[in-house]
């Protein structure tokens, strides 16, 4: 399965975007979906994932009430709404899939998209 990340780009501090993950080439069916984030000099970080079977979505602390992992099983399509930003969440955020369960380290995922950059100005 290929990952298509996009959705990134500039915003204030406060603002929101919404990040897509979009599959080609298979379907999310039997993956669990994380979103990551890296930022200069920083090692990649898990923010959310979500077992496409059970549903089940989870979230880091750093992000916890603000940001919210959603799906559209007819797009094919796992969606990243990040709200109240700061500039902390100044990253690339990558979507990566696997199979089973969600796990938080990027080393359990198989397939990973190109990154999307994510800047909050203050």
């Known amino acids: 399965v290929q990952l298509q990340a996009s959705g990134g780009g500039l915003v204030q501090a406060g603002g929101s975007l919404r990040l897509s993950c979009a599959a080609s080439g298979g379907t999310f069916g039997r993956y669990a979906v994380g979103w990551f984030r890296q930022a200069p000099g920083k090692e990649r970080e898990f923010v959310a994932a979500i077992n496409w079977i059970s549903s089940s979505t989870y979230n880091s602390d750093s992000v916890k009430s603000r940001f919210t992992i959603l799906r559209d099983n007819a797009k094919n399509t796992v969606y990243l709404q990040m709200n109240s930003l700061k500039p902390e969440d100044t990253a690339v955020y990558y979507c990566?899939?696997?199979?089973?369960?969600?796990?938080?380290?990027?080393?359990?995922?198989?397939?990973w998209g190109q990154g999307t950059l994510v800047t909050v100005s203050s």
């Open positions: 990566a899939a696997k199979t089973g369960p969600y796990n938080r380290s990027p080393a359990g995922y198989d397939y």
